[in-house]
């Protein structure tokens, strides 16, 4: 009788176990994934990538994208999308240049005003019924507090748990009291702070403003949420996830542009990808479904 209750809980413990790898399986290729990206283009680029320099680079030119999929990734789990932030990182960077330029005003009271100023102008949306330190060390900082911090809001906290539960099925969190007007206002508010990072963190790099500075910022966010795991439909979500997708994103760019590939093949594979991962989101629906 112990051999077979023993036995019973042996088995119990490994269809378990079974589950919880079946179920993080796409966590586990898309870490698996850049891995072989990284592999792949090391051998393309004769071993240009993973050099300091080229590390470096990358790091430069994707810290404001991994910024805004922490925030981008919150949003696409309450079932929203916002294609506003690349527009946003463009207008803060420079009304951030001006501010540190010709008012000396310190890169952090940058960010507070221009965050200020978009959360009055997300309140008045809602209210209508609309729903020089910037060296690579202190990106590194930034972004690596910023995933921390986020994570363990989204994971840890009451908000987060809001912010699944609105993704989940609205209607249910409705009627289980959660205000998710509330959430949405607040979502957007952490998107918009988040923009400013990003737009700061850019205009380290750069140097600059400009008017298209932030093109295509808001793709690169989505696209890093979807390849990391990010369902399209809500609902379920990782930041760890998203910061894969968007290193997973910024591999490719980097290979892509050691080798010497004209721009325009360069964003025809990155929709590629994203189409990829996209229809491979659905295709697991469908399985589970």
Known sequence: ???????????????????????????YGIVGALLVIVVAFE?????????????????????????????????IIATHIDLSVGSLVAFIGGV????????????MLAIA???AVILFVTYLLASSGNADQGGIPIMLVIVAVLVLIYNFILTR????????????N?????????????????LFI????????A????????????????????????????????????????????????????VINQGLSIMGVDTAIVKTIKGLVLLLAVAVDIMSKRKKS
Not at 158 to 163: E, I, P, Q
Not at 171 to 186: E, M, P, Q, W, Y
Not at 191 to 197: D, E, I, P, Y
């Open 190 to 197: 952490h998107m918009g702070f988040l923009s400013a990072v």
């Open 1 to 27: 009788m112990s051999a077979a209750i023993t036995t019973s809980h042996v088995e119990r413990k490994t269809t378990s176990v079974l589950g919880a790898v079946a179920n993080n399986a796409r966590q």
């Open 199 to 250: 737009a700061v963190c850019m205009l380290s790099r750069l140097a600059s403003a400009t008017a298209q500075a932030g093109m295509e910022f808001e793709m690169d966010a989505i696209a890093a949420c979807f390849i990391g795991g990010t369902a399209v439909t809500g609902g379920i979500g990782t930041i760890p996830g998203a910061i894969v997708g968007a290193f997973v994103m910024g």
């Open 43 to 75: 051998i393309l680029t004769k071993g240009v990538l993973l050099k300091p320099n080229s590390f470096v680079s990358l790091i430069q030119q994707n810290a404001y994208v991994i910024i805004l999929a922490i925030g981008m990734v919150m949003v």
């Open 96 to 107: 951030c240049a001006l501010l540190m330029e010709r008012q000396g005003v310190n890169w």
């Open 113 to 115: 005003i221009a965050a």
């Open 157 to 168: 906290t009451v908000f987060g748990r809001h912010v699944y539960a609105v993704g989940g």
């Open 170 to 186: 609205r209607k249910a969190a409705i009627l289980s009291g959660i205000n998710t007007r509330r959430v949405d206002f607040t």
